[in-house]
């Protein structure tokens, strides 16, 4: 299936430029949105505009959804029917994994198979190896599509669950919030009202998240295993320095409240006779 037509079905910035990446490597690709104007740019491109969603849904082998919410994407497989049988609805839309597994059987009552999808890129970045793509549903399917695919980016398929992408894309989103917020925490306190400039520390704050993303892997084979070696310090070693931070925190006027439940954990550990383990047992405190 390597000449796939595609039809891409929500023209924002992200479904533009899908769109734009397909015509580039000559996929013969239909278009629709809600708001016909937004259509001109690529029908000059070489793109087809289809009046209805049912007329784009018949058009193509490969249906790509690039809308605002769950909510949109339910109104336009209710609106496209039972065009979408035999095709592949691919779905970019942003929202929850169990929206994403309601879109999957929704897609399948109208006789379409379905992929869950996400992008981790800008749309600038879309079609380079700096974008990367996740999909979640099954095997065949991913396989089937996959030559029309790669050429948006680099390419992931997450599993057979259609909600695993959506999973992996807020918790990478989560994982840059917690990140982000971090390390304003730490610029914070680290300025101390000293009038030192933030960027002095920013060189000694890359340095330290580098040992966390060194060790990325490593830390996903301790949890898998349930296996936790000391490392650079026991939890023993990480309670009294966690309360420093908790006293200096609360002294600067900053948030205190997550290093308190981290030190909760740590001390719960320590009373469960792990005080030798390594930190990443915490994930184990963090279903409790």
């Given amino acids: 299936m390597n000449e796939l037509s595609v039809t891409v079905l929500g023209l924002g910035a992200m479904g533009g430029a899908l769109a734009r990446t397909f015509l580039e490597h000559g996929h013969t690709t239909t278009v629709w949105n ?32 690039c809308l605002t919410g769950h909510d949109a994407v339910m109104e336009v497989l209710a609106a496209g029917g039972a065009a979408a049988a035999g095709r592949t609805v691919v779905d970019f839309s942003t929202g929850t994994p169990d929206e994403a597994r309601e879109t999957a059987a929704t897609a399948g009552e109208h006789g379409a198979a379905h992929l869950g999808a996400v992008i981790q890129a800008s749309p600038a970045d879309l079609g380079t190896p700096g974008a990367t793509l996740i999909y979640s549903g099954p095997a065949r399917v991913f396989a089937d599509c996959r030559p029309a695919l790669e050429p948006l980016g680099t390419t992931h398929h997450a599993g057979g669950d259609p909600g695993q992408a959506g ?26 009202g000293g009038g030192v400039p933030p960027e002095t520390f920013a060189p000694f704050a890359a340095k330290q998240m580098g040992y966390v993303v060194a060790a990325a892997e490593e830390t996903a084979r301790e949890v898998r295993d349930r296996a936790y070696p000391r490392g650079p310090a026991s939890l023993t070693e990480h309670a009294p320095v966690l309360e420093h931070l908790v006293r200096l925190r609360a002294s600067a006027k900053l948030g205190t409240a997550q290093l308190e439940e981290l030190l909760t954990f740590v001390e719960r550990r320590i009373a469960d006779g792990r005080g030798e383990e390594g930190f990443t047992g915490i994930v184990e405190e963090l279903a409790r």
Wanted: glycine fraction near 8%; avoid cysteine.
């Fill in 34 to 65: 809600r708001s016909p104007a937004k259509a001109a740019p690529l029908v000059a491109l070489g793109a087809r505009h289809a009046g209805t969603v049912a007329d784009a849904m018949a058009a193509s082998d490969l249906v790509v959804l």
């Fill in 167 to 192: 999973l992996y894309d807020l918790a990478l989103l989560g994982l840059w919030y917690d990140t982000t917020f971090a390390y304003l925490n730490s610029l914070a306190l680290a300025g101390g």
